[in-house]
């Protein structure tokens, strides 16, 4: 909430921002090389320098080995036959790059490109047939920003003709048909990651009343005709644009075998499914995560769109994302409204929990590049969109830094539909600034993180660290503080020779960096003063006891009521004998030591009793007399 955001999206905003401007064609290290190819004045048996450049890209592409980087600079328009394959040439990566950015790389000749090695394309146009299949064959391919097409293409991060472990692919120019994070006809027997940006499908639009601009793009998280065996990741950023993003593959058999991860921190979707979309009934095998903070998307649905989903499904809306229609945690289902009633054509759903997280900054059904025709089912769901609520679909709405009151009202069909759409959630969950609130593998359970030095309060309980929490109510409200300590509290009595004793210590609760809750005692004869009141993490509060002045009471004054009589003795001898109650609050330390030997005993007992046999009320105070000691008592002594 802190929602976590995965590394790969910083690194897509980097590569969005860097990739945008063409980089200078100079080596810039001795593992890197440059050569030159012009088709029109180039010779093969030349050096390849700028001046000295070769005539075919064959040439220049298997002219260096050992370098960490080729960069292959087109002086003019140069193309490849068929036979060409862009495999191992010695180096750890090829960037084919041109002097101007028209230049176009033809690649034409062959309407199947498999890579096997990293390779980049930068500032050129690259020639190719409509529909052309390219395959990064599991190899980390680039295509940026700089990078145009003369046609749409089909693209994929695994293999053609070969299971592959992992895929990796980056683009960020180009316009496509359809991505995929998987293979051609072939699986991923790991994970499979997607990264797009940039400029990618730039000039198409996401409005589907709009046939001529809308974007016929599809992304999918897994393969065309193939499994993925690990988990799937798609980042989607910078001002690329699509029609739909998928979490799985096309077909009912390309299923992904863990999480689904869909990033969205730019661009342009009309919908995003976070299992299976379109005509697609490919299963998920484990949990969606759609995590959504920029960008502009029409549709979010964390399920599927044409089956079931079993697992769990959660989204996340904060930061500048502006959804511009609806979000729905779970699964969509096809409704026409009749003029008696609504027929509801299927009733998918998501076998497990959905939850759907609102963070402060994000805009909810907002309209915005949103059709009238599209406007109706405008708003905020945490379920299914069906015809009631399933009992094995457990919804959890949750509102983060307190923003529920700003988008309570997104609850629900904002459009006029709230009979027919609703957002079927069994739990509610409105969380303060100072934390995080998430989804939990268990149905009906959250996980609260408090922010570093914060804990959780959630009715009367604190929580400290990240807590799993399991909702007892429909509603749940949860604040983040300072965690409260316990902490010790010490009061110590200083005697008129600069002794300290401690007379009592207590354990008291209370926040971290406030005031103490540390009061001093009522204590007979003492000043008293708070020496340290701030609590930290070792806190021992100190109150120190000083007499007050030596002058003001007789020894004999017990109770200090400036009178020496039998309830004096009565509370002295209460004392001595240790009843409840009869402490430094009801009985002074200082005056009770008659005899002035440090310790009050019987011997203090008897001076007093000694005394008020013998009354002669003293005047009390400054300059009066004094039993002490060293002063004889009449007859007895």
Request: one cysteine or more; glycine letters at 12%; a negative charge.
């Amino acid at each position: 909430m802190n929602f976590k955001r995965s590394l790969s999206i910083l690194l897509c905003l980097v590569l969005t921002v860097s990739l945008s401007v063409v980089p200078s064609i100079t080596a810039s290290a001795a593992n890197e090389e440059t050569v030159y190819v012009s088709a029109a004045s180039g010779s093969d048996e030349n050096s390849g320098t700028q001046s000295s450049p070769y005539q075919t890209f064959s040439k220049a592409y298997f002219s260096r080995s050992g370098a960490n980087t080729l960069t292959v600079v087109l002086l003019d328009n140069v193309s490849v036959d068929q036979s060409f394959v862009f495999y191992d040439n010695g180096t750890k990566r090829t960037v084919v790059s041109a002097v101007s950015a028209g230049t176009t790389f033809d690649i034409t000749a062959k309407s199947m490109i498999g890579f096997y090695m990293n390779v980049s394309f930068r500032n050129l146009k690259l020639g190719l047939q409509e529909g052309t299949i390219f395959s990064a064959n599991g190899y980390n391919v680039i295509v940026e920003s700089t990078v145009t097409f003369t046609n749409r293409i089909k693209a994929f991060g695994g293999g053609i003709y070969d299971t592959v472990k992992e895929t990796n692919i980056e683009l960020y120019g180009g316009k496509y048909l359809s991505i995929y994070a998987g293979g051609y006809s072939q699986s991923v027997s790991g994970n499979a990651k997607l990264t797009i940006g940039g400029t990618v499908n730039a000039g198409d639009g996401i409005d589907d009343t709009k046939s001529s601009t809308l974007s016929p793009c599809y992304i999918y998280g897994g393969s065309y005709n193939g499994t993925v065996g690990g988990s799937t990741e798609i980042n989607f950023c910078g001002n690329a644009i699509s029609k739909y993003i998928m979490g799985t593959g096309y077909n009912e058999t390309d299923t992904i075998g863990g999480d689904i991860v869909i990033n969205i921190t730019g661009g342009k979707v009309m919908n995003v499914y976070g299992g299976s979309g379109g005509a697609s009934k490919a299963a998920v095998n484990g949990d969606t995560y759609i995590y959504m903070t920029g960008g502009l998307v029409e549709s979010l649905f964390g399920g599927c769109e044409s089956v079931d989903m079993v697992g769990n499904a959660l989204i996340y809306v904060g930061g500048k994302a502006d959804v511009a229609r609806r979000i729905f945690g779970g699964c969509y289902n096809n409704m026409s409204p009749g003029i008696f009633s609504d027929t509801w054509h299927s009733s998918r759903y998501v076998k497990g929990s959905t939850t759907v997280i609102v963070d402060d900054g994000c805009k909810i059904a907002s309209g915005t590049e949103l059709a009238s025709g599209n406007s109706a089912n405008k708003g905020l769901f945490a379920g299914s969109r069906r015809n009631g609520n399933e009992a094995n679909e457990v919804s959890t709405l949750i509102f983060l830094n307190g923003c529920y009151e700003k988008y309570k009202d997104k609850i629900g069909d904002t459009s006029g539909w709230s009979y027919a759409f609703k957002s079927n959630h069994d739990y509610l969950v409105k969380a303060g600034k100072g934390g995080s609130v998430t989804n939990s593998k268990t149905a009906g359970t959250i996980t609260v993180i408090p922010d570093s030095g914060k804990a959780a309060v959630i009715g009367s309980e604190e929580y400290q660290g990240s807590t799993s929490y399991k909702m007892t109510s429909a509603e749940t409200n949860i604040t983040f503080r300072i965690p409260s300590i316990s902490y010790t509290v010490e009061h110590w009595i200083n005697d008129y020779n600069g002794g300290q004793t401690l007379y009592k210590t207590e354990t008291l609760n209370g926040i971290l960096g406030e005031t103490s809750a540390a009061k001093p005692l009522a204590l007979l004869g003492y000043n008293a003063s708070v020496t340290q009141d701030v609590i930290s993490n070792e806190t021992v509060v100190k109150v120190m006891y000083t007499p007050k002045a030596k002058s003001e009471f007789s020894e004999c004054d017990i109770n200090c009521d400036y009178n020496v009589d039998m309830l004096d003795a009565a509370l002295l001898q209460r004392y001595l004998a240790g009843w409840s109650g009869y402490n430094a609050e009801r009985v002074c330390l200082i005056t009770a030591d008659v005899n002035g030997d440090g310790k009050i005993d019987a011997a203090d007992n008897l001076l007093l009793m000694k005394y008020i046999a013998n009354y002669n009320p003293p005047e009390f105070g400054a300059g009066s007399d004094k039993v002490d000691k060293d002063e004889g008592w009449g007859p007895w002594i």
